[in-house]
């Protein structure tokens, strides 16, 4: 079992920045394959971006490549999501997810989740 705890969203104006963070426990860390989902208002929950154990490898949804930076810290079992210009279309609760050994967009259902963390972008 894998618990998950997201912190960093607020509320912040277009353009700006934001730094949102997982807190992974209950399972060895650096095995795990980490991402970020969100879901807006109305909407289904979509990937934004994931990283691979090693932290090597790193990919990203087409509406945010450019924009946000996913990154790992095995030694404090957390992951990062930097996210900068900021658009108003951002706004969704973001989700940490986690598996073991699988990356996180193969079946995302499988996935342990976060309860999440609210971004809202004004313009």
């Known amino acids: 079992q894998v618990q998950l705890v997201e912190s960093g969203g607020g509320l912040v104006q277009a353009g700006d920045s934001l730094r949102l963070s997982c807190a992974a426990s209950g399972r060895t860390f650096f095995r795990l394959h980490m991402g970020w989902f969100r879901q807006a208002p109305g909407k289904e929950r979509e990937f934004v971006a994931a990283?691979?154990?090693?932290?090597?490898?790193?990919y990203y949804a087409d509406s945010v490549k450019g924009r946000f930076t996913m990154s790992r810290d095995n030694a404090k079992n957390t992951v990062y999501l930097q996210m900068n210009s900021l658009k108003p279309e951002d706004t969704a609760v973001h989700y940490c997810?986690?598996?073991?050994?699988?990356?996180?967009?193969?079946?995302?259902?499988?996935?342990?989740w976060g309860q999440g963390t609210q971004v809202t972008v004004s313009s």
């Open positions: 990283i691979s154990w090693s932290g090597d490898t790193t």
């Open positions: 997810a986690a598996r073991n050994n699988i990356a996180v967009t193969t079946n995302p259902k499988n996935n342990y």
